[in-house]
């Protein structure tokens, strides 16, 4: 057992136990919270209110409440911080030895290193500060600012000559189907005498590089994003979708949709910042990128969208058992 001391923050392997003193429960939860690792978290205590209260404020993937290291094969967690990436168990987990390969070739410079870096990074920042208001918003909320920019497709679509009409009635269409859609991901508990809930965040702020079409991955990443309380940096290769997306970003909330055009070390300069969560592109790039653990590919499938713009977090819990 350690009073506090080096130990709080680290992945120590061996059984160890470290102890802080606190005031209240709120400084309880910073405590807990101000820590490098997000795997799983315990809460000890009979009253209902007080352990969904900070199972909730917790930022790791499992929650157990009056028990500890309760885990299912069927159930799926997504470790948080430097706990690790990706998916563990559940069908989630399974697709995570699928293995996606795509091919890119880049000719030529869409923008300068040193504009294009000071661009980013300024999105970077932008995006970090907005993320912090935008997850509180309830979705509706968030919604409502997606049927603002539905109007303003139609109200502008003179000004957007380079895009097809099929591609403007797209952003409408896969809007409505990602509202009207409900996904239950919900389970019932595998392990007898506990209780299981499943509740999804955001992961934070997110970048996205694109191709030089709008395409229906494109258009799916960005409103599923968007709409689970996600910022989002899209690195555009596409001269004239540049205008559109601008057009998109300036109908939603500063720093929530950020379009930097791209340029050759944007993955490089987007992994290497600690702000980031998730990049997505459709691509294998270079290979000394991939310890930054940070790739996701890009996709279609609604489910699997929204598998990999949000987080969730298992709350295991036997009060009253």
């Known amino acids: 057992m350690f009073i506090g ?3 709080f923050d680290k992945s120590t392997i061996v059984p160890c136990i470290s102890v802080l003193a606190f005031r209240n429960v709120n ?3 910073a405590l807990a919270n101000n820590n490098v690792q997000g795997l799983s978290a315990s809460v000890w205590t009979e009253n209902v209110g007080l352990a969904n209260y900070m199972a909730q404020k917790l930022e790791v993937s499992n929650v157990w409440i009056n028990s500890f290291g309760i885990y299912s094969v069927d159930v799926a967690f997504t470790p948080k911080k430097l706990s690790g990436k990706g998916y563990f168990g559940g069908i989630q987990g399974f697709q995570e030895f699928l293995f996606k390969k795509n091919i890119k070739t880049f000719i030529g410079e869409k923008n300068s290193m040193q504009d294009g870096e000071k661009i980013l990074i300024n999105a970077i920042t932008s995006a970090k500060k907005a993320y912090s208001s935008w997850s509180i ?3 509706s909320k968030r919604n ?3 049927d603002v920019i539905n109007q303003y497709i139609d109200n502008n679509r003179s000004q957007f000559e380079s895009v097809r ?8 269409t896969f809007y409505r189907q990602y509202i009207d859609s409900h996904y239950d991901f919900s389970i019932t508990s595998p392990v007898q005498g506990y209780t299981l809930n499943i509740s999804y965040s955001g992961r934070g702020v997110l970048v996205a590089e694109t191709s030089n079409n709008i395409e229906d991955h494109n258009i799916k990443l960005i409103i599923a994003s968007i709409l689970e309380g996600n910022s989002l940096i899209l690195l555009n290769q596409s001269e004239q979708l540049q205008k559109f997306y601008v057009g998109l970003s300036k109908e939603l909330p500063h720093g929530i949709f950020n379009v930097v055009p791209y340029f050759k070390e944007a993955s490089r300069i987007a992994l290497q910042s600690p702000e980031v969560e998730t990049y997505f592109n459709e691509y294998v790039i270079d ?21 990999k713009v949000t987080y969730l977090k298992n709350i295991w819990c036997n009060i009253g058992k």
Do not use: M, R, S
């Not at 009409?165 to 409408?172: F, G």
């Open 165 to 172: 009409d099929e591609w403007l009635n797209q952003w409408k």
């Open 5 to 7: 001391g080096k130990v």
């Open 144 to 146: 409502q600012h997606f």
């Open 137 to 139: 918003l309830p979705k």
């Open 27 to 29: 400084e309880a939860i």
């Open 287 to 307: 290979e000394d990128l991939h310890e930054y653990n940070k790739f996701e590919t890009v996709t279609t499938i609604w489910k699997d969208i929204f598998n």
